[in-house]
C-alpha cells in the first residue's frame, strides 16, 4: 500500500463500521463518545539530508493534540496534531505534523492507532545564520500504542484516562527524511454516549441525572 492510498482507507474502514454501530444499543463503557487527548514526551530524532547523507541522532520533545469520536466498539477516528523540537552541537530542528488518525482497540486496555497527514522539518544551523536551512515539506506518518488506566469513569460511559505511549513518525519528504520515535504520557477526556445509544436498566434509562 502507497502513502497516498493511506488517507482513504483511514476514512472508509471506519466509516462502514459507525454505519453498523449505530443500529445497535451497547452497555455503557469507557471509551465512548467524543474524545480530547493531550500527550507529551521525549525521544530521539534521526534526519538524513539527500546532500549531507545521514545526521547525528539528536534528543528532543513535543507533545501532541488529538480530537475524535468513537465509531463502532473498539475503534475510534479524529484528527491529530503533533509539535516536535530537537537540536544537536551544531543545528536546532523543528517539526509538525496535521492529519488523519484510526485508532483500534486491543484487549481492555491497549490501543493502536495510524495516522497520516502532511508535515514539514526545518532544521537551522546555529554557527551559520546565513546558511541555507534544510529541511522538507510532505506527508507525515504516525503510528502510536498506548496502554491505558481509567483513574475515573461516568456511570453511563465515559470518563478521563492516563496512558504511557510509544510514538513513532516519519517525514519522507523531497530529498529530506526524518524518523522520530519518543516515548511519552497521554491525558484522555471521553464524553460518553447519550442514553439512547445505551443499554440501561429501566430506572436508569429514564434518570435525568448522571
Do not use: K
Request: aromatic residues 8%.
Amino acid at each position: 500500500m502507497n502513502l497516498r492510498s493511506l488517507p482513504l482507507v483511514l476514512l472508509v474502514v471506519p466509516l462502514f463500521a459507525h454505519d453498523a454501530a449505530a443500529q445497535t444499543l451497547v452497555p455503557p463503557g469507557p471509551r465512548q463518545g467524543y474524545f480530547v487527548a493531550l500527550a507529551g514526551g521525549g525521544g530521539v530524532v534521526i534526519n538524513r539530508d539527500e546532500e549531507l547523507g545521514a545526521l547525528p541522532t539528536w534528543p528532543g520533545g513535543g507533545g501532541s493534540l488529538r480530537l475524535g469520536q468513537a465509531l463502532a466498539p473498539g475503534w475510534s477516528l479524529g484528527l491529530f496534531l503533533d509539535f516536535t523540537a530537537a537540536g544537536g552541537p551544531r543545528r536546532d530542528g523543528i517539526g509538525s505534523g496535521l492529519g488523519l488518525e484510526v485508532g483500534r482497540q486491543l484487549g481492555e486496555a491497549w490501543l493502536v492507532s495510524a495516522g497520516v497527514g502532511l508535515g514539514f522539518a526545518r532544521l537551522d544551523d546555529r554557527r551559520d545564520a546565513e546558511a541555507d536551512a534544510l529541511g522538507g515539506f510532505g506527508t507525515r506518518v504516525r503510528l502510536t500504542a498506548q496502554r491505558d488506566f481509567f483513574p475515573w469513569t461516568r456511570p453511563l460511559g465515559g470518563g478521563l484516562a492516563l496512558a504511557p505511549l510509544v510514538s513513532v513518525e516519519l517525514l519522507p519528504a523531497d530529498g529530506f527524511a526524518a524518523l522520530t520515535a519518543s516515548v511519552g504520557l497521554q491525558v484522555t477526556y471521553w464524553s460518553g454516549l447519550p442514553r439512547d445509544r445505551l443499554v440501561l436498566p429501566l430506572e436508569q434509562a429514564y434518570d435525568p441525572i448522571d
